[in-house]
Nanobody
Framework: QVQLIESGGGLVQAGGSLRLSCAAS????????MAWFRQAPGKERQFVAA????????YYGDSVKGRFTISRDNAKKTVYLQMTDLKPEDTAVYYC????????????????WGQGTQVTVSS
């Protein structure tokens, strides 16, 4: 079993930056592909970014390309999401997820999820 705990969310003005962290415990972090998803009120969960276990493969959702950067530190068992130029439409609960299979952008393929961290961007 892998436990994931997100942190770093908060309230920020449009144009600002935040860095989210997701710390893993249990299991073997270095064997897991990791991803960030987000869910705004009344909307479906949306793919944000994913990184493979070697950090050699990275995907981004179209709405965050060029603004968000995903990275990981296997020694610290942590995955990060650096968010810049934040917009009000980025407001959501952000979740990290872990997958032992192939790297995908589909939430249904991820086995483990954190509890989420709220990001609110004011205009």
């Amino acid at each position: 079993q892998v436990q994931l705990i997100e942190s770093g969310g908060g309230l920020v003005q449009a144009g600002g930056s935040l860095r989210l962290s997701c710390a893993a415990s249990g299991g073997t972090f270095s064997t897991k592909h990791m991803a960030w998803f987000r869910q705004a009120p009344g909307k479906e969960r949306q793919f944000v970014a994913a990184i493979n276990k070697w950090s050699s493969g990275i995907y981004y959702g179209d709405s965050v390309k060029g603004r968000f950067t995903i990275s990981r530190d296997n020694a610290k068992k942590t995955v990060y999401l650096q968010m810049t130029d934040l917009k009000p439409e980025d407001t959501a609960v952000y979740y990290c997820a872990a997958d032992s299979g192939i790297l995908t952008t589909e939430s249904s393929t991820y086995d483990y999820w954190g509890q989420g961290t709220q990001v609110t961007v004011s205009s």
